[in-house]
């Protein structure tokens, strides 16, 4: 299936350009795959390594290499809990309430609709690519590695989507993490071509496949920005500022997943020796913050090109790529 290759162009779109899209979406999608046991491949990595934060630490290296694949095979999964909660809990539930507001633009709208069935799709494919490959874990469709993250953020995400012209940070929030699911999904295409047969075949199709629509959607950026946010009051857009670069702080530096992983792998593999490994990790795990391959791999310029030149249209956005490693010389 041939996957649409986007320009970065940052051009004020035409309103055309939103016709473009909605034709696109009729003529360049995807059905979800029925996978079998043997799509899984327990015996492959489920994620190219550079996405995964521990290939980054130390210690990491001292794990043995199981240990190590199932570390890459359980982030893979908190990933997709990540897109689950994302698309399904936050962006829906924000994009929900602007859609049952007349005014809107009547193609911006379609746009949008169809931008929300997607992202339905998107969390249905994730879901079931979970519970085929750890039915154990998701006996129902219920967050287990991400959970107390989930739990934090549902009040959160409810008051955003209840005040989505207030809490317009949302915008951003929602352009940052779908160009940075671009690159996931890059990824996992650029391994496939120098290491063919070196992952999972299903988790390789969901993200293949993923960057389909996906491809489309970083499209619709300028005109939400256009649409939601330029026209904000200043102390606003102050606020956003404020709260995006500490979301990306929080980024730069992941650690509640991690503590999820840790414990499941201290019980799958409870040897003393695996456990003080995995507790160094942990204790590693703050470095992050300041650790330039892995700010590199997962914010630099070829991860967060459109986000970039986005907000570098706004004074209140300067300086907040400051928080990472990368921007320090």
Same mark, same amino acid.
């Given at each position: 299936?041939?996957?649409?290759?986007?320009?970065?162009?940052?051009?004020?779109?035409? *309103?055309?350009?939103?016709?473009?899209?909605?034709?696109?979406?009729?003529?360049?999608?995807?059905?979800?795959?029925?996978?079998?046991?043997?799509?899984?491949? =327990?015996?492959?990595?489920?994620?190219?390594?550079?996405?995964?934060? =521990?290939?980054?630490?130390?210690?990491?290296?001292?794990?043995?290499?199981?240990?190590?694949?199932?570390?890459?095979?359980?982030?893979?999964?908190?990933?997709?809990?990540?897109?689950?909660?994302?698309?399904?809990?936050?962006?829906?539930?924000?994009?929900? %309430?602007?859609?049952?507001?007349?005014?809107?633009?009547?193609?911006?709208?379609?746009?949008?609709?169809?931008?929300?069935?997607?992202?339905?799709?998107?969390?249905?494919?994730? =879901?079931?690519?979970?519970?085929?490959?750890?039915?154990?874990?998701?006996?129902?469709?219920?967050?287990?590695?991400?959970?107390?993250?989930?739990?934090?953020?549902?009040?959160?995400?409810?008051?955003?989507?209840?005040?989505?012209?207030?809490?317009?940070?949302?915008?951003?929030?929602?352009?940052?993490?779908?160009?940075? %699911?671009?690159?996931?999904?890059?990824?996992?295409?650029?391994?496939?071509?120098?290491?063919?047969?070196?992952?999972?075949?299903?988790?390789?199709?969901?993200? #293949?496949?993923?960057?389909?629509?996906? *491809?489309?959607?970083?499209?619709?950026?300028?005109?939400?920005?256009?649409?939601?946010?330029?026209?904000?009051?200043?102390?606003?857009? %102050?606020?956003?500022?404020?709260?995006?670069?500490?979301?990306? #702080?929080?980024?730069?530096?992941?650690?509640?997943?991690?503590?999820?992983?840790?414990?499941?792998?201290?019980?799958?593999?409870?040897? %003393?020796?695996?456990?003080?490994?995995?507790?160094?990790?942990?204790?590693?795990?703050?470095?992050?913050? *300041?650790?330039?391959?892995?700010?590199?791999? #997962?914010?630099?310029?070829?991860?967060?090109?459109? *986000?970039?030149?986005?907000?570098?249209?706004?004074?209140?956005?300067?300086?907040? =790529?400051?928080?990472?490693?990368?921007?320090?010389?």
């Amino acid at each position: 299936m041939e996957v649409l290759v986007e320009s970065n162009s940052l051009m004020k779109a035409p *309103t055309s350009e939103l016709l473009s899209i909605i034709q696109l979406s009729k003529s360049n999608s995807f059905t979800i795959p029925k996978w079998t046991d043997g799509d899984i491949s =327990w015996d492959r990595d489920w994620a190219p390594q550079r996405i995964t934060p =521990w290939f980054y630490l130390p210690s990491y290296q001292r794990l043995p290499v199981e240990i190590q694949r199932r570390y890459n095979q359980l982030c893979s999964l908190a990933i997709n809990e990540m897109f689950c909660l994302f698309e399904e809990e936050f962006l829906l539930s924000v994009l929900g %309430t602007y859609l049952l507001k007349p005014g809107m633009d009547s193609e911006l709208r379609e746009a949008l609709e169809i931008f929300c069935e997607e992202e339905i799709k998107h969390s249905e494919m994730f =879901w079931q690519l979970s519970q085929k490959a750890a039915p154990q874990y998701y006996p129902q469709r219920d967050y287990f590695l991400i959970k107390k993250s989930q739990q934090k953020s549902a009040w959160f995400f409810n008051q955003v989507a209840k005040s989505p012209d207030f809490f317009v940070f949302w915008v951003w929030m929602a352009i940052f993490f779908e160009e940075r %699911t671009l690159m996931h999904s890059r990824e996992y295409l650029m391994q496939a071509r120098l290491q063919p047969d070196s992952l999972s075949p299903a988790f390789f199709e969901a993200h #293949k496949l993923h960057l389909i629509e996906e *491809t489309r959607h970083v499209r619709l950026d300028e005109h939400m920005v256009d649409h939601f946010y330029r026209g904000s009051p200043k102390y606003i857009r %102050t606020m956003t500022g404020i709260i995006m670069k500490q979301m990306i #702080k929080n980024f730069a530096s992941p650690q509640r997943s991690s503590v999820a992983i840790a414990a499941v792998l201290k019980q799958e593999f409870p040897q %003393t020796s695996v456990a003080e490994t995995l507790d160094r990790i942990m204790s590693e795990l703050p470095s992050l913050a *300041t650790c330039k391959p892995y700010h590199q791999a #997962k914010f630099g310029d070829h991860a967060c090109t459109r *986000t970039r030149k986005l907000m570098g249209q706004f004074p209140e956005f300067k300086g907040i =790529w400051d928080v990472l490693s990368i921007s320090r010389g």
